[in-house]
């Protein structure tokens, strides 16, 4: 099972080519390695803003839901999700901020979040990079959500809350940047292995989408009965979004 997750495929090639391109650009200087981690860590946003969209096509083509207490959609239900998912971000964001504020030349107070996010949004090699992690989370909305047709399986609000698995992923590989550059003092350290660690969770994320093997192996291993199939596949599959 972990060699069909790990080894490249033409599926998950996206993946691979955006790990390898940011080794590329470590490689030969183009970027300073913490830049690099601040740019998986602006991924949240660009995670959010996708999930804008997920709900406005769940909203327009998926199941409605039977509870009359969550009949929320559409417009309104987007605004909930920004103003909810903005508070976490912002909260992710003054977090990250403080722990890397006395290691950064230019960066302020944590809760100085509109300068902040204007340095590193300036610094050198961040669009270039940006660029290449928007294509990565584009290419895989439309391959694990778009393209079959996933958005006509859920109610909104049983989507509502899925990005936030990934946000708290996101929370961990900043704290676990944070831990490498201060165990190595070195950023270039710290920025290839919070590759190689996003790499490896993506994977793992990737290969159990929708109708892929992986997903098929492993719910049947954790299931206990056939029952319980059913739903650990649900389960499972729901936690690619």
């Not at 803003?49 to 959609?73: A, C, E, M, N, R």
């Amino acid at each position: 099972m972990w060699n069909a997750i790990l080894m490249p495929t033409k599926s998950n090639a996206i993946l691979w080519a955006n790990a390898l391109f940011l080794f590329v650009f470590l490689a030969f200087n183009l970027a300073d390695p913490l830049t690099v981690v601040f740019a998986y860590f602006l991924e949240t946003i660009i995670i959010g803003v996708i999930h804008l969209f997920k709900l406005w096509l769940v909203g327009k083509y998926g199941k409605k839901s039977t509870d009359p207490k969550k009949q929320l959609t559409g417009i309104p239900l987007m605004i909930f999700f920004c103003f909810h998912y903005g508070m976490f971000v912002a909260i992710q964001s003054v977090f990250a901020f403080s722990l890397f504020e006395s290691s950064i030349p230019g960066l302020e107070d944590g809760f100085h979040l509109i300068h902040n996010y204007t340095f590193i949004l300036g610094s050198a090699g961040m669009p270039i990079i940006l660029a290449s992690i928007i294509v990565n989370n584009l290419t895989y909305f439309y391959t694990n959500f778009w393209r079959n047709e996933k958005y006509r399986e859920y109610t909104p609000d049983g989507i509502l809350m899925k990005p936030y698995v990934r946000i708290f992923i996101q929370q961990f590989v900043v704290i676990l940047a944070f831990f490498f550059y201060m165990l190595f003092n070195s950023g270039m350290i710290a920025a290839v292995l919070l590759i190689l660690f996003r790499l490896f969770v993506d994977l793992i994320m990737f290969s159990i989408k929708k109708d892929s093997a992986t997903l098929e192996i492993l719910s049947k291993k954790l299931a206990k009965t056939p029952e319980q199939y059913p739903e650990i596949k649900k389960q499972l599959q729901e936690y690619s979004e």
